[in-house]
C-alpha cells in the first residue's frame, strides 16, 4: 500500500504562471481533501472532494484556485496566476468514509518567485 | 467559528524531563486528533480521541480529552531525543472528518 501519493513534491513558479499539484488517494479510499500550511502555522481546510464531486470547498479562495477529482485519475489542485501569497506547503489526505482519521501525504511545496 | 489554540507553541527540554501540551478549542466537538509532523515531512497521526475522559498512550505519549472544559492535553514521559517535532492538535468541525481546524502547533526540542 503506496499510501497518499502527492506530486511534484517541489514545485516552483514565478508570479502570473499556473500550480498543478496532484494528489493519488491510498487505495481504496475515495474521499480526497486538501490542505494548505503556511510557514510556522497549522493546516488549514481547503476542499472536500469525493470521486467526480466538490462536497465542500468552503475553505478554498473565491479566484484562482479550483480543485477536481475525475473518475479515473488523480485529484488535482490548480492554482492559475499564482502570487507569492500562494507559497505554502500543499497537503492531500484521504480517507475510506467520511468519518474516517484522514491519511495524509507527504505534501507538495510550492514557492511562487 | 471553531477556533482552536495550543500552548506553549515552542517548548525547549531536557530528555528526562515530563511535559504537557495543551489544546484548547472554542465550540462543541465530537472528535480531536493529535498529529505529529517532522520537518519537511507530512503529518502522522497519534491519537483520536472521540468522548469526555478518553485517555490514549502510545510509548511516551498520553493524550487525554475533557469535553466539558474543551481541553485536550498531551503529556510527555521522560521526553528522548525522538521525539523532538512538532506536535499538532485538530478538532472536527462538523461531525465528520472532512474538515479539521488545526492549531498551530507545538514544536519540541528535546535536548541531550
Known amino acids: 500500500n503506496a499510501g497518499v501519493m502527492q506530486n511534484p513534491r517541489h514545485l516552483v513558479r514565478r508570479r502570473g504562471q499556473e500550480a498543478r499539484l496532484r494528489c493519488s488517494p491510498m487505495k481504496g479510499h475515495s474521499h480526497v481533501y486538501w490542505y494548505r500550511q503556511l510557514p510556522e502555522e497549522g493546516l488549514k481546510f481547503m476542499v472536500y472532494l469525493q470521486k467526480e464531486n466538490i462536497i465542500d470547498e468552503s475553505g478554498m479562495p473565491k479566484e484562482r484556485f479550483s480543485a477536481e477529482f475525475p473518475k479515473e485519475g488523480p485529484s488535482i489542485l490548480r492554482i492559475q496566476q499564482v502570487v507569492r501569497g500562494d507559497s505554502a506547503a500543499y497537503f492531500c489526505a484521504s480517507s475510506r468514509d467520511r468519518a474516517n482519521v484522514l491519511t495524509f501525504g507527504a505534501g507538495s511545496r510550492l514557492t511562487v518567485l | 467559528e471553531l477556533k482552536v489554540e495550543q500552548n506553549p507553541l515552542f517548548l525547549s527540554m531536557q530528555e528526562g524531563k515530563n511535559y504537557t501540551i495543551y489544546c484548547n478549542y472554542s465550540t462543541t466537538s465530537d472528535r480531536l486528533y493529535w498529529y505529529r509532523q517532522d520537518p519537511g515531512k507530512s503529518l502522522e497521526s497519534l491519537f483520536v480521541l472521540l468522548s469526555n475522559g478518553a485517555v490514549k498512550q502510545e510509548g511516551r505519549l498520553m493524550a487525554s480529552l475533557d469535553t466539558k472544559a474543551r481541553l485536550s492535553t498531551l503529556h510527555i514521559t521522560a521526553a528522548v531525543h525522538d521525539l523532538s517535532a512538532t506536535y499538532f492538535c485538530?478538532?472536527?468541525?462538523?461531525?465528520?472528518?472532512?474538515?479539521?481546524?488545526f492549531g498551530k502547533g507545538t514544536k519540541l526540542t528535546v535536548n541531550p
Open positions: 485538530a478538532v472536527d468541525a462538523q461531525g465528520g472528518s472532512e474538515k479539521l481546524v
